[in-house]
């Protein structure tokens, strides 16, 4: 079974990575790249801080723990661990994927850029929905434009991309069930 999720992992690997050219090469290195979203990001936060004015202290807090945790869970309990090598990384894959720039570390499983994509989806998402219910779904759309990028750009397999979004989702939904704790009992007092 194992061997089977492998190779069909592989396959789409190869299918997705296969539809690229010299246009949307730099189009998702510019979708895979932090500094590209800061205009995102920067809407993000002005959102919470209207909505949540000085509480956004503290939703801002807890998107940071969030963030350490996506990142800091998907490299030293995934990619440390289970030793995937990345597609750019593995010799048999070498010579007939398609790279675009850097392949990055030689672990990929699971995509930190998933998990804290998708960390941010549910957290902000689910703070921001009853006031903006458009907020959720261009959420949606920039993680999945995130996470396609990079299987596109050949360093990651859609497995990785999929469990660090199952894994970012996970740990958005614990965070805002802290978040949620603290407000009820703490900061409406």
Same mark, same amino acid.
């Given at each position: 079974?194992?061997?089977?999720?492998?190779?069909?992992?592989?396959?789409?690997?190869? +299918?997705?990575?296969?539809?690229?050219?010299?246009?949307?090469?730099?189009?998702?290195?510019?979708?895979?790249?932090?500094?590209?979203?800061?205009?995102?990001?920067?809407?993000?936060?002005?959102?919470?801080i209207r909505e949540y004015k000085w509480k956004s202290i503290i939703v801002l807090l807890f998107v940071a723990i969030l963030l350490t945790l996506t990142d800091q869970i998907s490299v030293h309990l995934f990619k440390n661990v289970f030793q995937r090598l990345?597609? =750019?990384?593995?010799?048999?894959?070498? +010579?007939?994927?398609? #790279?675009?720039?850097? =392949?990055?570390?030689?672990? $990929?499983?699971?995509?930190?850029?998933? &998990?804290? &994509?998708? $960390?941010?989806?549910?957290?902000?998402?689910?703070? @921001?929905?009853?006031?903006?219910? %458009?907020?959720?779904?261009?959420?949606?759309? %920039? $993680? +999945?434009?995130?996470?396609?990028?990079?299987?596109?750009?050949?360093?990651?397999?859609? $497995?990785?991309?999929?469990?660090?979004? @199952?894994?970012?989702?996970? @740990?958005?939904?614990? #965070?805002?069930?802290?978040?949620?704790?603290?407000?009820?009992? %703490?900061?409406?007092?």
């Open positions: 079974m194992l061997d089977f999720l492998s190779e069909a992992d592989k396959w789409l690997f190869l +299918l997705v990575n296969g539809w690229h050219s010299d246009f949307f090469d730099i189009v998702m290195v510019y979708i895979s790249s932090k500094l590209f979203w800061l205009p995102f990001y920067l809407l993000l936060l002005y959102l919470v990345r597609p =750019c990384h593995n010799e048999e894959l070498a +010579l007939i994927i398609h #790279t675009v720039k850097s =392949c990055g570390g030689q672990f $990929g499983f699971v995509s930190s850029h998933a &998990s804290n &994509s998708f $960390g941010i989806i549910v957290f902000v998402g689910a703070l @921001l929905k009853d006031r903006y219910s %458009w907020l959720p779904w261009v959420l949606l759309i %920039w $993680g +999945l434009l995130i996470i396609y990028s990079r299987v596109y750009l050949g360093v990651h397999y859609p $497995g990785d991309v999929l469990f660090g979004a @199952l894994l970012g989702a996970l @740990l958005g939904q614990f #965070t805002l069930w802290g978040y949620r704790y603290i407000d009820k009992n %703490w900061l409406k007092k």
